[in-house]
């Protein structure tokens, strides 16, 4: 039985092996669903397998048409418009997950492990490699995640809700990202977001158009215990099984979708921003921000159970909002040492992710600009905790 075992010094089957495991371990991505190849997804991902690390993957969108007409006789030649062209890059680096196989699996000795021990160590890394992937991407999009010049993610728009979250505010929210405008200072950086365009929303699978709107546990908290989110659940929504007050679902206003994302549970270096390797993830999810002792959920100085002003970041997410690469396929090795009595399991990847902020290649809108703006990501707080 020769497929029995994984070979070492066989490439193709090493990584096919190991990309089939991550396949298997993606259905429990909180990001899955909201993933895509095109930029149509709220996570477009573009796969480039010549890449490794240091090499850059390029995202390329392009613009709708804008020009006035041209009427009667009043010459048209020499007046086209330029078509617009748009781009997002991201340089990709190697990373790698490591799991200390230990000195026996099931009294086997290490040097000779079969694909079952092989297949626990892959199991392992696959599962942290998903909770990698989406911790970054969540991170990205709260806007804490460093670029690869070392340049934090700050929402350049941004939503201060205060202690209230209710239908109206929903309401509010659309109104603004329809209009484009009444976006407040991000506190924690003090940048102030202006007119933008809004974000383009993503399509279900029935075409209807849609933001998505995460939140975490508290901040869900909060507009379940309104009045007004009370009353539209009992008396407007289903009967049976699919009710929201029965399953949890928050479920959908207009065109926004507010689904639960899990809180965050692990460690993260100090500082007001890190990069991807910088956190011992646990749990994956959505962080809160202790304005009292300025740290993030897992940063040294988060005290949620103090008498101190917590806030929930929601994040607002529409078509193409985050960028996702990865380049050359990923690989499975096996260090041995101490004589073939123990060894290391490592899975080794080559990716970047960040919110996409994209450039003008020729020229901009001159109102509904892109560039240099989160293309789809807008931030809403909340705050579920005040000093008293």
Wanted: some cysteine; glycine content about 10%.
């Amino acid at each position: 039985m020769g497929t029995a075992v994984v070979l070492e010094g066989s490439d193709i089957q090493r990584q096919s092996w190991m990309s089939e495991g991550l396949a298997q371990a993606a259905s429990e991505s909180m990001w899955g669903p909201y993933s895509g190849m095109s930029r149509d997804a709220i996570v477009y991902q573009k796969n480039d397998l010549s890449k490794g690390a240091g090499h850059t993957v390029v995202f390329d969108w392009k613009g709708n048409l804008s020009q006035r007409a041209v009427k009667g006789k009043e010459q048209a030649v020499g007046k086209g418009e330029s078509k617009k062209k748009f781009s997002d890059k991201l340089t990709v680096e190697i990373y790698r997950l490591v799991v200390d196989n230990g000195d026996k699996f099931d009294g086997v000795d290490i040097g000779d492990m079969t694909i079952n021990e092989h297949s626990d160590s892959r199991s392992g890394l696959a599962d942290l490699f998903i909770r990698f992937k989406d911790q970054a991407l969540c991170d990205a999009a709260q806007g804490n995640l460093k670029d690869n010049g070392g340049t934090a993610y700050t929402p350049t728009h941004h939503l201060n809700l205060g202690t209230t979250f209710d239908i109206n505010s929903l309401t509010d929210i659309e109104t603004r990202l329809k209009t484009g405008r009444g976006w407040d200072a991000e506190p924690i950086t003090a940048v102030t977001g202006g007119k933008r365009r809004p974000p383009e929303p993503f399509k279900t699978e029935g075409g209807k158009k849609i933001w998505l709107f995460a939140v975490d546990t508290e901040m869900a908290a909060v507009l379940k215990k309104s009045t007004g989110y009370q009353s539209l659940v009992y008396n407007a929504d289903v009967r049976g099984n699919n009710n929201r007050s029965i399953t949890g679902i928050i479920g959908k206003l207009g065109n926004l979708l507010i689904v639960e994302f899990e809180t965050f549970f692990g460690n993260t270096a100090a500082g007001a921003s890190w990069n991807m390797d910088d956190s011992d993830i646990e749990i994956a999810g959505l962080r809160q921000y202790d304005v009292t002792n300025s740290a993030w959920t897992g940063q040294a100085g988060f005290n949620h159970e103090g008498n101190t002003t917590i806030l929930s970041r929601g994040v607002i997410l529409g078509a193409g909002a985050l960028s996702l690469a990865f380049g050359k396929m990923p690989d499975y090795n096996v260090e041995t040492f101490d004589f073939k009595r123990r060894s290391e399991s490592c899975v080794e990847f080559w990716t970047e992710c960040r919110k996409t902020k994209l450039l003008a290649e020729n020229v901009d809108y001159d109102d509904a600009k892109i560039a240099d703006v989160d293309w789809g990501v807008v931030t809403v707080d909340v705050q579920v905790q005040t000093v008293v």
